[in-house]
């Protein structure tokens, strides 16, 4: 479009007739505009908070967001003949380009000045306003001012910066997260995605896109946990005792050097020296050389309080080794020797064979080894991006953030935070995006919180979680915050990085096959007067029961061979008991 042709379509687009007021105050990045005499309740064109603007400037159009509207103040306003007044925020301006093209740009070169004339913005305008190019652009939903127009954020900042989703229980964090993933899938089919999912409700949303790992499935040998998270899991989230912790912390690296040594008693006689290993390298080692050094050491003991430490230590690994549910990490461990490079193939689809996703479904592990188990998890996705230099993009997203994260350091376990904040701190130099989810902002480690650069704000009741978020955005954003209690489901506001400007917008609707928990609680929950018989109960039963057996069984029975205990038998009539959406799930 020629230069001169665009000015003429600003000016008649921006033709008196179609005014609704006039600037009559500007001030820094705000302005208040006189609202014609014509605008009654009811009104087609009555101007309301979050309303677009257009003010007609010199040489552009000042794009404005309604903070407020009133019909007192200022009492000025009415002296002058206007019907009342709004309160608007300066958020940029569409100019046009040399090439004749029209575009938007944050920020405003050319302010106001008092008299202008005040229009709502086009179709187009607000296209041009929130367009953000075919290449980069997401589509996620649609604009909440016009529901005709897409709303899209920018797929590369999203990911590279971190973003976070938060809002309270129900308002559709999880289904906005599958939203973003099936489009972020969509635009960069070749981006890995680890997603942690402690409550099992994501198995179904990505049909075959995704793989689900379980406790029945998941193979994460015990020496690919460090020393803390060994330490963790054989005191079974409960501090160690010290003189314990010692000893293991003298053997473990001993161990790993007796790794590579022929035949059991070769390795145990010959002399262990300085093993160049530290208790966190994550090389094999075996449990039967850790159990006989210790035995050794014992051995050599003459003291019996010594003695009796150490004694206590061999029971305890005993007990966690021998523990069925612990299966994950002890069964067949030293099996097949250094497995490492196939399980983090495995978790982190390397290569993605056409299934860039794994969902780590939590619920079925001890309460007491999930933290841990996050941490490894945590720990070896960056690791993996660090040591390979960011060859190959993942993105970690972690629901319910908030406990693995806490804000409180005497909450939660130290290493898990630590995995996630070294993702948050440096992961966008090795390729490794973090995604937050959590209902409590507030609750959340802030200084992981702030290094995620595009939220998805949606509705947050309680004042401390909104007073975190308020401090998170820029202040021309803070004002839009006054919206998020009165937020619907699926509405949200996105800020940051990934969009051009604030944005209220609603998440795509989802189909039913695609919603996370779409056995919804809600279905359940207002079932109450379902008819419950004896043969319902042993059904739970038996399911509860076959979350705590071992995974050989569980396997076992895959497989079509006979168990050799009876195991959870029956499966359940999903559309009778669809209120046990989690098998073997200790609710949070
Ligand atoms: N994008 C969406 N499409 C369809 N339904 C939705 C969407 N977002 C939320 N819902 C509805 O709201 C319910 C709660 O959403 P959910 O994502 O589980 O919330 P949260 O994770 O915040 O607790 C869903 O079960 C679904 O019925
Ligand atoms: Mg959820």
């Not at 402690?198 to 998941?218: I, K, S, V, W």
């Not at 007491?368 to 690791?383: I, N, Q």
């Amino acid at each position: 479009m020629q230069p001169v042709a665009a000015q003429r379509l600003i000016e008649e687009s921006f033709g008196a007739a179609d005014a609704i007021g006039r600037v009559i105050l500007v001030r820094g990045s705000t302005a208040n505009i006189g609202l014609k005499r014509d605008q009654k309740p009811g009104d087609h064109d009555r101007v309301t908070v979050g309303d677009f603007l257009g003010i007609d400037t010199a040489g552009s159009r000042v794009i404005a967001v309604v903070t407020e509207a009133s019909l007192e103040s200022p009492p000025t306003a009415k002296e002058y003949g206007f019907a009342g007044a709004s309160c608007v925020d300066l958020v940029g301006e569409i100019r046009v380009k040399a090439d004749g093209e029209q575009c938007f740009m944050r920020g405003v070169s050319r302010y106001p000045s008092l008299g202008d004339a005040v229009r709502r913005i086009s179709k187009d305008e607000l296209r041009l306003v929130y367009g953000i190019g075919e290449e980069e652009g997401m589509e996620i939903g649609s604009l909440h001012h016009d529901v005709g127009v897409d709303a899209s954020v920018n797929i590369d900042d999203m990911l590279q910066k971190h973003f976070a989703v938060v809002g309270t229980t129900g308002v559709g964090k999880s289904s906005g997260v599958a939203v973003l993933l099936h489009s972020v899938m969509e635009k960069r089919p070749d981006l890995r995605i680890f997603l942690i999912d402690p409550h099992n409700e994501y198995g179904r949303c990505f049909g075959d896109r995704a793989q689900t790992m379980t406790p029945a499935n998941l193979r994460l040998p015990f020496w690919l946990f460090n020393f803390e998270e060994i330490v963790d899991i054989i005191y079974r989230g409960r501090p160690g005792l010290d003189e314990e912790i010692e000893i293991l912390s003298d053997v473990i690296p001993l161990a790993k050097q007796l790794y590579g040594r022929g035949s059991r008693s070769e390795r145990l006689s010959a002399p262990a020296g300085d093993s160049g290993y530290t208790v966190d390298t994550p090389v094999p080692y075996r449990l039967t050389d850790l159990i006989s050094l210790v035995d050794q050491r014992m051995g050599k003991l003459e003291n019996l309080s010594s003695r009796s430490t150490h004694g206590k230590l061999l029971q305890r690994i005993s007990s966690v080794v021998n523990d069925p549910r612990y299966a994950f990490m002890f069964e067949g461990a030293n099996v097949g020797g250094d497995t490492m490079a196939s399980v983090i193939g495995q978790l982190f689809r390397l290569p993605t064979d056409g299934r860039p996703m794994t969902i780590m479904q939590l619920a079925g592990f001890p309460a007491e080894t999930v933290d841990s188990v996050v941490s490894v998890l945590g720990r070896m996705a960056f690791d993996f991006g660090l040591w390979s230099d960011g060859a190959l993009p993942l993105l970690f997203v972690c629901e319910e953030a908030h406990r693995y994260a806490s804000a409180n350091r005497d909450l939660g376990f130290g290493p898990t935070r630590r995995a996630i904040s070294r993702i948050a701190k440096e992961g966008r130099k090795y390729g490794v995006f973090l995604g937050l989810v959590s209902q409590r902002p507030a609750e959340l480690d802030s200084t992981i919180l702030s290094q995620c650069s595009t939220l998805f704000v949606m509705r947050l009741a309680n004042e401390r979680d909104q007073a975190i978020i308020r401090s998170a955005v820029s202040d021309a954003a803070a004002s839009l915050l006054s919206f998020v209690p009165s937020l619907g489901t699926r509405e949200v506001f996105a800020f940051g990085e990934g969009v051009a400007l604030p944005t209220r917008l609603n998440f795509k609707q989802l189909r039913s096959e695609q919603l996370p928990q779409s056995e919804a609680v809600s279905d359940a929950g207002s079932d109450f007067g379902r008819t419950v018989d004896q043969s319902f109960i042993d059904v739970v039963i038996d399911r509860w029961r076959g979350a705590t057996l071992s995974n050989r069984l569980r396997m076992s029975e895959e497989n079509g061979d006979q168990p050799p205990a009876k195991a959870h038998s029956k499966p359940l009539d999903p559309d009778r008991y669809r209120i046990l959406k989690k098998p073997g799930a200790p609710s949070q």
